[in-house]
Each structure stands twice: as C-alpha cells, then as structure tokens.
C-alpha cells in the first residue's frame, strides 16, 4: 500500500514556471513505475510523464521539451518540472504509483495558467 500527496500547484501566467511534488509513504518508493497525470476540465485523466525504476522517462507529445519528471529515492518523492507552461496545461495533475497490477493514486493538485 502507498500513500501519495501532491504539492507545488497554483495559479501561473503562460510562460511561467511551476514544480510539483509527490510525496509517497506506507512502502518501498523506489519499487514503483511514477507517473503524473492531468485531467482538464471535462475531459479525461491522460498521463503526463513518465519514471521507471531505473530512472527512464517518457513524455506526452504536449510536454516535451517543456517538463522534466525527476524522482529522489532517498526522499521517497518523485517530481514534475514544469516550464513555458501554457493555457492548455490547465488542470488536476495527479501523481501515480505502480508495480505489476497494483495502481495507487493521490488526491491531485490544481494547476491554472492564465493566458
């Protein structure tokens, strides 16, 4: 069982800068696959970023280039980098463990970019 919190959203201008962070508890952090994912308003929850174990990333085509997912073990917290954000970026970003079949997720932080 993991227990994850998020931190770090609010309200940015475009072009602006914003990090969040994931702070899990409750098991061995460095076991799971991390993921961040955002939900827009009226639609659905689309994964944002990727971490493996190992370190190995990946992005949506919408980010890259822009946001950075980062994970310290040691810290038991996992971290998305976010910059040049834009309007579009909009939502409830939400952190997400996984090991095999077993998904855990927090309860989202609000992420709002004024144009």
């Known amino acids: 069982q993991v227990q994850l919190v998020e931190s770090g959203g609010g309200l940015v201008q475009a072009g602006g800068s914003l990090r969040l962070s994931c702070a899990a508890s409750?098991?061995?952090?460095?076991?799971?696959?991390m993921r961040w994912y955002r939900q827009a308003p009226g639609k659905q929850r689309d994964v944002v970023a990727t971490i493996t174990t190992g370190g190995s990333t990946n992005y949506a085509d919408s980010v890259k280039g822009r946001f950075t997912i980062s994970r310290d073990n040691a810290k038991n917290t996992v971290y998305l980098q976010m910059n040049s954000l834009k309007p579009e970026d909009t939502g409830v970003y939400y952190c997400?463990?996984?090991?095999?079949?077993?998904?855990?997720w927090g309860q989202g932080t609000q992420v709002t970019v004024s144009s």
């Open positions: 409750g098991s061995i952090f460095s076991i799971y696959t």
């Open positions: 997400n463990a996984q090991r095999l079949s077993r998904y855990y």
